[in-house]
């Protein structure tokens, strides 16, 4: 079937109809550019938002507390809850389903960060080590705190870049020490969110900060990340399973928010992805009706080709063409047309959303890439090529009925004089 | 060579059924140079189109030198047709996007015969018929007789036992008729069997035997010494009108 005589019968009757060869790809073009476009967009839009949960890990989830409002065996609504150390070693060690736990311990009031005649009022963070990679913290400097800063209670600090602005100018901030209220911290790193325009937050050992400020053994709230699970309701029964842990540990109703306050991220994450999912299975639908719509015309085309060529399938038919070789004929041509074609509108699909891509990468790295939903609206290698590979099948789908309708052709008919 | 027994066959349209062949007997030796005559609706066509296995016939039996053809398939048809038959059409009925040296070179593609030796068998038999120069001319660049002499070239390229011409005079003028009839005597002469449906008499009377057909069965058949007096009735009797 791959020989050069059967090119050159298929080229020699494009070159004939140029215009119409060129419409009929047009379509196909048409209908996997918008597939790529479609694709791309949805892609974009996950990408967007998948960024948005980029800041944290997504399966973070935040505890805190607050003051009963059910009455629980016997004791009264209104009463305080307070987690403390004993809960953190609860939760790192035995608790089910928790991976990594941070505790953060409020500072009371306005503390003034101060460094030789600069000052200013920043928010302290107290945090173990594990809030890094939890909250996704980025370093543009440094370090950030360690085991041993919590084991030995030492006073060191990881600046926010604005407070390295405010405080240091053009100065290196690494290792020189600034005041948080009255007590000299060393500096050991910067830390600096790209997609943020304020980085006015400061990071210091949780074991530290409770010292210093006279926190006793009081934790204010935990960052934890929880095992990772595949659906929503999952996601919801680690969020229960934990709040009805730390509700027999302090006796309050486990349903009781305002006892406990806690948010996971993973059932918002896993929400949002099954929307994405749903979206894209819809994009495929409209890309691939585009797609046969544009087959549709290439196969009303080839029948046309084929009643137009009655006469010279006829004629070959009656030199000794076999019905196969006359269906390959056809078939080869519709697959050539449909491919070609198709390629060019993948080709030019997936330059635009990589223009597309170009253009919004720049706005980023400009800054505001914070206000942009839309991001990498590129189509994977997978996608490209499982389209192409549904472009030649349909290449082969739109010449079948016409190849078939070329092979029945009888000779006979064909060759008759009018 | 050909050999038809009892051939029956009728077309069906809608309830309407026309018998068109009724009980042909026909036999026809290698090497003979025959024309089938008939007015229309005789059923020459029909004849030819069984002959060329272009049609399936409904009763009797044809053997095509020694193999019985009956119900084959399409691509069984299309294998012995290009190894034993050679068409040559009224209407030429050449592709016109392809130059003289690839119409007659066709057959060969679908004999498989590659392409550089196809090419080169095709020029000797464009060569035979004086055609060289225009081998890479397209079928529209030719005269009416150039064309039919291509299309006689393609129907020999695969060396084929019988060549079927279909009025392969008709749209030709007087001269170029009997230059393309010659050409057929000389292809006759080298044992090929040649057999022409006309209506001309004048052609028909260039064979060596005359099978008249009428109403779906032989009316007559005119051989040798016979077809020299049938010749002489055409020259000398001006009123004769026989069809």
Not at chain 1, 13 to 29: D, E, Q
Not at chain 1, 64 to 70: D, F, L, Q, V, Y
Not at chain 1, 326 to 337: A, H
Request: aromatic share 8%; net charge neutral; proline share 2%.
């Amino acid at each position: 079937m791959f020989n050069v005589d059967i090119w050159q019968e298929i080229f020699s009757t494009i070159k004939k109809n140029k215009l119409r060869t060129f419409l009929t790809g047009f379509s196909v073009a048409w209908g996997i550019f918008m597939l790529m476009v479609l694709l791309g967009s949805g892609n974009g839009l996950q990408n967007g938002v998948r960024e948005e949960f980029a800041d944290n890990a997504v399966n973070i989830m935040w505890l805190w507390t607050g003051e009963t409002s059910i009455p629980y065996q016997g004791l009264k609504e209104g009463r305080e809850i307070k987690f403390n150390n004993d809960d953190y070693s609860f939760l790192s060690t035995k608790a089910q389903d928790i991976d990594q736990v941070s505790s953060r311990f409020y500072l009371r009031g306005d503390i003034t960060y101060s460094y030789g005649k600069e000052y200013g009022s920043f928010s302290t963070s107290t945090c173990h080590p594990t809030l890094m990679d939890m909250e996704k913290i980025k370093l543009t400097k440094g370090r950030f705190i360690n085991d041993m800063d919590m084991n030995e209670f030492r006073k060191v600090i990881v600046i926010g870049d604005d407070i390295r602005k405010a405080l240091f100018k053009e100065e290196d901030p690494m290792g020189k020490y600034i005041k948080v209220g009255s007590v000299p911290f060393k500096v050991v790193g910067v830390s600096k969110d790209p997609r943020s325009d304020n980085n006015r937050q400061a990071y210091m050992p949780f074991s530290t900060a409770q010292r210093l400020f006279n926190g006793g053994d009081r934790v204010h709230n935990f960052t934890v990340t929880t095992k990772m699970v595949k659906t929503s309701q999952e996601a919801e029964a680690i969020d229960k399973e934990v709040r009805q842990q730390l509700a027999q540990r302090h006796s309050f109703d486990p349903t009781d928010k305002r006892a406990m306050g806690s948010f996971n991220m993973l059932t918002e994450y896993i929400r949002t992805m099954k929307i994405f999912q749903a979206i894209k299975m819809f994009v495929w639908i409209i890309g691939l009706g585009t797609l046969i719509a544009g087959i549709v015309g290439v196969s009303n085309i080839m029948l046309i080709l084929v009643k137009e060529r009655t006469r010279e399938i006829g004629i070959r038919k009656a030199l000794g063409a076999t019905p196969g070789s006359v269906i390959g004929l056809v078939l080869m041509e519709s697959i050539l047309i449909t491919t070609v074609a198709g390629y060019l509108g993948l080709v030019m699909g997936v330059g635009l959303m990589e223009a597309l891509n170009f253009g919004l990468e720049q706005m980023v790295a400009g800054g505001g890439g914070d206000q942009i939903f839309f991001r990498n609206p590129t189509v994977d290698f997978v996608t490209a090529v499982s389209a192409t590979a549904i472009l030649i099948f349909s290449g082969a789908l739109a010449g079948y009925i016409p190849a078939r309708q070329a092979a029945g052709v009888k000779p006979m008919e064909a060759l008759r004089d009018e | 060579m050909i050999v038809l027994n009892n051939v029956h066959k009728s077309y069906i349209t809608g309830n309407n059924s026309l018998h068109v062949l009724k009980g042909l007997d026909l036999e026809i030796g290698a090497g003979e140079f025959v024309s089938i005559m008939g007015p229309s609706g005789s059923g020459k066509s029909t004849l030819l189109n069984i002959l060329g296995i272009l049609d399936d016939y409904d009763e009797g039996t044809y053997s095509l030198d020694g193999k019985t053809i009956k119900g084959l398939n399409e691509t069984q048809a299309a294998i012995t047709r290009n190894e034993m038959i050679g068409f040559v059409f009224q209407s030429f009925n050449l592709i016109s996007f392809k130059n003289a040296k690839e119409n007659v070179a066709l057959p060969l593609y679908y004999q498989k015969v590659s392409r550089k030796k196809r090419n080169l068998i095709a020029m000797e038999y464009l060569e035979r018929f004086g055609l060289k120069e225009w081998a890479d001319h397209l079928p529209g660049e030719l005269s009416g007789g150039q064309k039919q002499r291509v299309a006689i070239a393609r129907a020999l390229i695969s060396k084929p036992k019988v060549i079927l011409a279909d009025e392969p005079t008709g749209a030709l003028d007087t001269a170029t008729s009997f230059e393309v009839m010659e050409i057929l005597k000389e292809v006759n002469d080298q044992g090929i069997t040649v057999i022409i449906v006309t209506h001309e008499h004048d052609i028909a009377a260039m064979t060596r035997k005359i099978i008249r057909l009428k109403d779906g069965m032989i009316e007559e058949t005119i051989i040798n010494g016979e077809l020299k007096m049938y010749r002489e009735k055409v020259r000398t009797d001006k009123t004769f009108n026989y069809v």
